[in-house]
Every structure is written in structure tokens, then in C-alpha cells.
């Protein structure tokens, strides 16, 4: 790798900062489609089961009896609840819909990644992501044994900025 750090040095040293231009590959090796999809049909089918509640998937509102503060009285709001429960099992299955299909969407486009690297379409999205990142931290762990040290004064500065970035006091003994 030392080898081929030298190469891109020579003839294209802003590919040696590859690594912060895929600042998302952590973050990715993290997840998978799959794993996703398959929570998104579990959600499903209990959505499916929450319709099939006959009585509170039932077009007609209907009345309970539920205590309130006071006494035998209805509560408020008990009929609102049962009035809207339809409406929002209309809802969460047309954002159901819509999480599923972009999910879709971001698989088929890692499906395009996977093509363009070469690699088998069924390698899952965490291990490619992974196998990716831990590539980056290689290479970022030979470029620094490759670079050679900036000079001390420039080292200094360095340290000065990095110091006045953080509210440090000893900003004022780098002039």
C-alpha cells in the first residue's frame, strides 16, 4: 500500500484525502438494507393485524364507556379516538409504502455500487460498507507512515489553531 501511496502522491496527492471525502462509510457499515426490508414487512404485517380488529377497525365510531374524574360519565375524547383510529391506520400504511419504496430505492442503488466495484450483488450492505471503511483507516494509516513530518514551525501553528478552534487560552502564546 506504501507503494501505491507514493504513486498517488507523485501524480494526484488530493486522492490521498479519500478518506475524508467518505466521511459516510462509517455511518453505512452500520446498516443493512436487508435487515431493513425485513423490519419493514414485520411492520406490515402488524399492520395488517391491527385492521383485522374488528371492532376498532369498524367504520362506525363507537361508544366506551371509560371512567372519567368525576364519576360513571364518559370520557372526553373516547369516541375521537375510536372516530380516528381508521384514519390512522390509512396513514401509517401509506408511510409504510413510502419507507418501503425508498428502501427499494437505496438498494437498488447499492446494487449499483456493488456493480461498479466488481462484487457479487447479493454481498450484504454491512459488509461491504465495512469491508470499505477498515480499507479507509488502512489507507489513512499508511499515508501518514508515508507523509513526512511538517516542519516544527508549521507543527506549531498547527497546534495554535487547533488550540484557538477549541476556546483554548494558549492561543496567545503562539505569535
Known amino acids: 500500500m506504501h507503494f501505491m501511496i507514493r504513486l498517488i502522491q507523485a501524480q494526484d496527492p488530493d486522492v490521498l484525502n479519500v478518506r475524508q471525502d467518505l466521511s459516510h462509510i462509517p455511518d453505512a457499515s452500520g446498516f443493512s438494507t436487508g435487515a431493513i426490508m425485513n423490519e419493514l414487512g414485520v411492520l406490515a404485517q402488524q399492520l395488517e393485524v391491527a385492521k383485522s380488529i374488528s371492532i376498532l377497525g369498524s367504520p362506525e365510531p363507537i361508544a366506551v364507556d371509560t371512567p372519567s374524574s ?10 375521537a379516538i ?3 383510529y381508521p384514519m390512522f391506520l390509512r396513514f401509517a400504511t401509506a ?34 460498507f465495512q469491508t470499505l471503511n477498515n480499507f479507509g483507516a ?9 507523509r513526512p513530518p511538517p516542519p516544527p514551525r508549521i507543527r506549531a501553528l498547527d497546534i495554535c489553531v487547533q488550540n ?3 476556546g483554548s487560552k494558549r492561543v496567545f502564546l503562539c505569535r
Open 70 to 79: 368525576g364519576g360513571a360519565e364518559d370520557a372526553p375524547g373516547s369516541l
Open 82 to 84: 375510536h372516530e380516528s
Open 95 to 128: 408511510q409504510l409504502e413510502l419507507v418501503h419504496a425508498e428502501v427499494g430505492r437505496v438498494q437498488h442503488k447499492y446494487r449499483d455500487i456493488l456493480n461498479y466495484f466488481g462484487e457479487d450483488t447479493d454481498l450484504g450492505s454491512d459488509v461491504f
Open 138 to 146: 488502512s489507507f489513512e494509516q499508511a499515508v501518514a507512515e508515508v
Open 164 to 166: 484557538a478552534l477549541r
